[in-house]
Nanobody, 126 residues
């Protein structure tokens, strides 16, 4: 069965960096779009970054220039490098697999995403 297992979250100070990973199994990783999403307390889940099967990427405006999404199709692993973290980045971060080769950033995440990881907490203190 499909499994998405995130790691790398934690408690950091503003300005610090974190590198999150998502180990995928149970499907042909290379042919699917993948993404990172987050949900802060009291807020709706939102897109952070996506990477399509061909390697094209898209980011939320709030993280552009600070976060980098990447994938290793040999290791079946998705990454999110988070730099210059801010308190407003505090959230549970979810790895997700799309329904096909691409994810449209403008599409509802509940339409785009077929599978979710369990989520990891990232807390940024000021």
């Amino acid at each position: 069965q499909v499994q998405l297992v995130e790691s790398g979250g934690g408690l950091v100070q503003a300005g610090d960096s974190l590198n999150q990973s998502c180990a995928a199994s149970g499907f042909t990783f290379s042919i699917y779009a993948m993404g990172w999403y987050r949900q802060a307390p009291g807020k709706e889940r939102e897109l952070v970054a996506i990477i399509n099967s061909g390697g094209s990427t898209a980011y939320a405006e709030s993280v552009k220039g600070r976060f980098i999404i990447s994938r290793d199709d040999v290791k079946n692993t998705l990454y999110l490098q988070m730099n210059n973290l801010k308190p407003e980045d505090t959230a549970v971060y979810y790895c997700a697999r799309g329904r096909g080769a691409t994810i449209s950033p403008g599409e509802s995440l509940w339409v785009s995403v077929r599978y979710w990881g369990q989520g990891t907490q990232v807390t940024v203190s000021s």
